[in-house]
């Protein structure tokens, strides 16, 4: 099954109108806004289709998978985004082929991307995953001792510490979401009095991405509203 030009170049004026709205309803530009597109799981040629639809900016949770796509769609003014969960004797792709990595939540992972990232590109940026709650088996820095890694991530070279993201806990209640992004939102404001500067916020998805907006992102991960719902993972579908 692919996904047909007509259904994409739907879905994504759908998603950026939306986006739009949300921002000017809290007194922000549109374009303060990153429209990431979420596109795991998808063929290189829906990637390719929604690039030449206007969309820039991509975000993949497999690191080969992400790679092999690359090649289908143009290098210059496409920005990728490593939004997976990173293995740290696996970081070499993600300095490699990447532009941003949101997933850093620990000193090993972060100072091995340093050391890795190529010096003839850009300093990789970076977003701290912050997990808001305990939850088995999903990856973040706890609030606790998220100030401690964001100094060490902040000391390292060929790396520029730009926001933190977060993939709180499901639920569809707008004010649990709202109280997740703001707590996110928070964390980022004292790193901030506290010297740093973060200017990002990756949060938000299909389900919430307005919410999101509302609270401050700057970077909404939008994968199903875009391209459909995906095959259940593990083959299962
Ligand atoms: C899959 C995924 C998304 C997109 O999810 P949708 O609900 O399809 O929009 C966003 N962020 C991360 C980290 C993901 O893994």
Request: glycine share 10%; with cysteine.
């Amino acid at each position: 099954m692919l996904t047909s030009p007509q259904f994409l170049a739907a879905n994504l004026a759908s998603v950026r109108n939306r986006i739009a709205r949300a921002a000017v309803a809290v007194g922000r530009p549109a374009q303060s806004v990153t429209l990431i597109a979420v596109s795991k799981t998808q063929p290189g040629e829906v990637v390719a289709a929604a690039r030449s639809l206007g969309a820039t900016d991509f975000g993949e949770n497999y690191l080969q998978e992400g790679i092999d796509k690359q090649g289908l769609v143009p290098r210059v003014g496409t920005v990728w985004h490593y939004i997976g969960q990173l293995q740290a004797n696996k970081t070499r792709p993600a300095a490699v082929h990447f532009d941003w990595v949101h997933t850093v939540d620990r000193p090993r992972v972060a100072e091995r991307l340093a050391s890795q990232r190529p010096a003839d590109l850009p300093p990789l940026a970076v977003c701290l995953q912050v997990l808001l709650e305990p939850e088995p088996g999903k990856g973040g820095v706890g609030p606790d001792d998220l100030p401690s890694l964001a100094g060490v991530v902040g000391g390292l070279p060929r790396l520029a510490l730009r926001g933190l993201m977060c993939i709180p806990p499901p639920t569809t209640d707008p004010d649990r979401q709202r109280r997740y992004f703001r707590q996110l939102r928070e964390l980022r404001d004292e790193l901030n009095a506290a010297g740093h500067r973060l200017d990002c916020l990756s949060m938000g998805m299909s389900d919430d991405f307005e919410v999101a907006i509302a609270e401050g992102a700057t970077h909404v991960r939008v994968g199903s509203a875009i391209f459909g719902a995906r095959p259940a993972k593990g083959g299962a579908a």
